[in-house]
T-cell receptor, first 110, second 115 residues
Framework: KQEVTQIPAALSVPEGENLVLNCSFT??????LQWFRQDPGKGLTSLLL?????REQTSGRLNASLDKSSGRSTLYIAASQPGDSATYLC?????????FGKGTMLLVSP | NAGVTQTPKFRVLKTGQSMTLLCAQD?????MYWYRQDPGMGLRLIHY???????AKGEVPDGYNVSRLKKQNFLLGLESAAPSQTSVYFC??????????????FGQGTRLTVV
């Protein structure tokens, strides 16, 4: 059974800092990994999809890396802004499974 | 370009009442999922389907039933609602990764309160 862990559970930083969110998974037989953002009381917004054959994927200030063999992915956010405050979720996809971590709650203060 | 649509968006039920949540996708995806999200628990899988006419249990299936009579629709039923089923429910769909290995899409959520 796939288990996904996200560390830290919560993070508070001042505006402008670069930060790293971590996602680890127990079964390396994955098709891809997707990072989502969720604002309070809202749905999930897809940020980045990284395929199992890829090492990195970038979108604007976001960069996701994947090390499938060690079961780890990181989401790097450059020059954080108050608007980045949200919960960040990683979802790991196997053949039919779609397993989530519990998320990292990020607060960026002005 | 609807994507994944959940109906209804909000609902209040009395204990013991029944209801059905509808998830509809227009992307011809094979796989569909129902999750519940509770504070501090993340998204937990209730049931999922890998194709029309097939369903399987997830992590927290008790008290729920599902059906996938048509490929585009995945229904989640609560036969006798309990306060413990108060939650936000999300539906997701994705294509068969052996055919198209792309992202999963989510509905906007259904906020259910059982009193």
């Amino acid at each position: 059974k796939q288990e996904v862990t996200q560390i830290p559970a919560a993070l508070s930083v001042p505006e402008g800092e670069n930060l790293v969110l971590n996602c680890s998974f127990t079964d390396s037989a994955i098709y891809n990994l997707q990072w989502f953002r969720q604002d309070p009381g809202k749905g999930l917004t897809s940020l980045l999809l990284i395929q199992s054959s890829q090492r990195e994927q970038t979108s604007g200030r976001l960069n996701a890396s994947l090390d499938k063999s060690s079961g780890r992915s990181t989401l790097y956010i450059a020059a954080s802004q108050p608007g980045d405050s949200a919960t960040y979720l990683c979802a790991v996809k196997g053949y039919s499974t779609l397993t989530f971590g519990k998320g990292t709650m990020l607060l960026v203060s002005p | 370009n609807a994507g994944v649509t959940q109906t209804p968006k909000f609902r209040v039920l009395k204990t013991g009442q029944s209801m059905t949540l509808l998830c509809a996708q227009d992307m011809n995806h094979e796989y569909m999922y129902w999750y519940r999200q509770d504070p501090g628990m993340g998204l937990r899988l209730i049931h999922y389907s890998v194709g029309e006419g097939t369903t399987a249990k997830g992590e927290v299936p008790d008290g729920y039933n599902v059906s996938r009579l048509k490929k585009q629709n995945f229904l989640l039923g609560l036969e006798s609602a309990a306060p413990s089923q108060t939650s936000v429910y999300f539906c997701a769909s994705r294509p068969d990764p052996r055919v198209v290995n792309t992202e999963a899409f989510f509905g906007q959520g259904t906020r259910l309160t059982v009193v």
